[in-house]
């Protein structure tokens, strides 16, 4: 790399422009606000929270592929220990980025409580295991162009997608604030699926395709559920404060019910129920509930959607 000389004219510019992005008053709005050593979530650190505790959930698949049953425990042994700092890292500094700038901190208390919830997330990673295992035996017995489970282990960017999910799900019900959602984020860019951390995800979950689903943060979403690319559920209004500024929390997203199926490019807002056993057809836009059993589908030279009601038991 070449050095390209700097005037001297030059260099006091830059050395402006220098000052001007380092002064306290400059970042006021865009900054962490303390200059006393308090550490800032890492971007790279927590994607290696999340390679690592694929690696640790499915060995071989993700991480190290020279596993075999006589090194699987050093390896796994190893990498526990690993993920073990790595979250007690970033969880510190997740804490330390929920409190206001002017509070003083003690770092050594926070640094003890990121301590207890990091194991308190590892002693959730067997379970979490089942959950994964369960929600991939779902996507390959749902999707006829899967030959084997191993290739929706490798290959699938809906497994991903709820992998990274329930690791910062379980994250933010440890009381982590920042980091569960720089885990979603992350999983939106390589995968393409939004699913905020706080949604509520049953068992045996399916993102067929998975390209730009989204699930806000108050959905509910039950057991057995198949969600297509595409699908939107979300908010349709927000409920504000006196200063016209959204309600954070209130609940604004569908509750979704058992072995419900949601088409490609359906988009259900508000916060309406969709029964139990219901279908959702592609591209149609639901506003209203939906009994359990109905179908909602397209139809033909019509503007609004066509409901057919549940099959009749003979």
Known sequence: MYSIPIGEGEAARLKEVAVTLSTPEDLRNICHMRWHGEPLPSDEAVCQIVDLSRALL???????????RDNIGYHVGL???RLRALLVDQITAGLCFGY??????HLDEIRESARVKALAIIERLPELR????????????SDPAAPS????LYCYPGLRATASYRL???????????IPRMISEMAHRETGADIHPAATIGERFTLDHCTGVVIGAT???????????GVTLGAKSFVTDENNLPVKGHPRHPIIGNRVTIYANATILGRVTI??????GGNVWVTTDVAAGERVIQAPLLSEALRIGPKKKV
């Not at 499915?58 to 075999?68: K, L, N, R, V």
């Not at 206001?100 to 901190?105: A, I, M, Q, R």
Request: aromatic content about 8%; proline content about 3%; overall charge negative.
């Open 58 to 68: 499915f060995p071989g698949f993700f991480g190290e592929s020279d596993i075999m």
């Open 79 to 81: 990498g526990i220990e």
């Open 100 to 105: 206001e700038c002017d509070v003083k901190l």
């Open 130 to 141: 089942r959950m994964l295992e369960d929600d991939a035996m779902s996507l390959y017995r």
């Open 149 to 152: 489970l191993e290739e929706v």
């Open 168 to 178: 910062a799900h379980e994250i933010l019900l440890q009381g982590v604030p920042i």
């Open 219 to 229: 959905c509910i979403i039950g057991d057995d559920v198949n969600i297509y690319q």
């Open 275 to 280: 029964g139990d056993d219901a279908i959702i």
